[in-house]
């Protein structure tokens, strides 16, 4: 039974860099993306970005210029960081794994089946 | 890349059916198997419930099932419970994955 821990800073100030770690445990970390998505209070998710075991990564574009999600591989653990947060990027912050199939960049199906418990993140001065 | 579109909400008594819909493109909704949907209670993380647009995971209740017609997407709850009050999302990919807005399902 694969598990997702995760941990990182939970407050922020204006300016600062976010940073959140997701270890892997009980199951296999390559073949696999890993992403993260985040829940503003009282709203809906939304999408980060995901990487694979070789370090590829995908990001959602709107936050792509603010986002970098690396692996280490050693410790089945992927890793977030979200420069120059903002009041805006007060969320809950999840990492999950993705189950995903795709030929020459065309998904034929893709969820997300294991989430971790998530992480609250406040940002305020 | 655009929010799928969901109700705000839905409601139903103990031992209905509903319904709740995800609208969205050709290139996402209405492409391939590519809607998956998850539940979330307050204070919890989201749970996949279908995947593929109408397979579920192991454990989940039968009382689930999922669909597609043409751009979008259906969950049906039959024999409403309690404990299916929830918020419930869904997901597809174009590109970049995107969520619907979520639907607070309310169990009256």
């Known amino acids: 039974q694969v598990q997702l821990q995760q941990w990182g800073a939970g407050l922020l100030k204006p300016s600062e860099t976010l940073s959140l770690t997701c270890a892997v445990y009980g199951g296999s970390f390559s073949g696999y993306y890993w992403s993260w998505i985040r829940q503003p209070p009282g709203k809906g998710l939304e999408w980060i970005g995901e990487?694979?075991?070789?370090?590829?990564?995908n990001y959602n574009p709107s936050l792509k210029s603010r986002v970098t999600i690396s692996v280490d591989t050693s410790k089945n653990q992927f890793s977030l960081k979200l420069s120059s947060v903002t009041a805006a990027d007060t969320a809950v912050y999840y990492c999950?794994?993705?189950?995903?199939?795709?030929?020459?960049?065309?998904?034929?199906?893709?969820?997300?089946?294991?989430w971790g418990k998530g992480t609250t993140v406040t940002v305020s001065s | 890349q655009s929010a799928l579109t969901q109700p705000a909400s839905v409601s139903g008594s103990p031992g209905q059916s509903i319904t709740i819909s995800c609208t969205g493109t050709s290139s996402d909704v209405g492409s391939y198997n590519l809607v998956s949907w998850y539940q979330q209670h307050p204070g919890k993380a989201p749970k996949l419930m279908i995947y593929e647009g109408s397979k579920r995971p192991s454990g989940v209740s039968n009382r689930f099932s999922g669909s597609k017609s043409g751009n979008t997407a259906s969950l049906t709850i039959s024999g409403l419970q309690a404990e299916d009050e929830a918020d419930y999302y869904c997901?597809?990919?174009?590109?970049?994955?995107?969520f619907g807005g979520g639907t607070k399902l309310t169990v009256l």
């Open positions: 999950a794994r993705v189950m995903a199939a795709a030929k020459h960049k065309v998904y034929y199906y893709y969820y997300m089946d294991v």
């Open positions: 997901c597809s990919y174009a590109g970049s994955v995107v």
């Open positions: 990487i694979n075991h070789s370090g590829s990564t």
